[in-house]
């Protein structure tokens, strides 16, 4: 049974950090590539960032340089810091993997609100 379980969401200041955890099973997790998307209310789903299965980075250009992608193998975990969080940060952030298949997590919450 394929599970992406994502936690570390929640209610941040603007300029605070807050890092998200996405913890896997149920498929090869070192040859997937592993992302992050968020969707804000009345907006599409946008990908973040995204790490391929040899370490590989890509980001949007709204978060280059405040966020940070990266992964352990050894714990099936992809994680997302995030630095300087901004207003429009906010939205239900949700862990993705992509290979043969596609699967998605059931999303956290990140808020920045002052």
């Known amino acids: 049974q394929v599970q992406l379980v994502e936690s570390g969401g929640g209610l941040v200041q603007p300029g605070e950090s807050l890092r998200l955890s996405c913890t896997a099973s149920?498929?090869?997790?070192?040859?997937?590539?592993m992302g992050w998307y968020r969707q804000a209310p009345g907006k599409q789903r946008e990908l973040v960032a995204r790490?391929?299965?040899?370490?590989?980075?890509s980001y949007a250009d709204s978060v280059k340089g405040r966020f940070r992608i990266s992964r352990d193998s050894g714990k099936n975990t992809v994680y997302l810091q995030m630095n300087s969080l901004k207003p429009e940060d906010t939205a239900v952030y949700y862990c993705?993997?992509?290979?043969?298949?596609?699967?998605w997590g059931q999303g956290t919450q990140v808020t920045v609100s002052s």
């Open positions: 149920g498929f090869p997790f070192n040859i997937y590539t």
């Open positions: 993705n993997a992509y290979r043969a298949s596609e699967y």
């Open positions: 790490i391929a299965s040899i370490g590989s980075t």
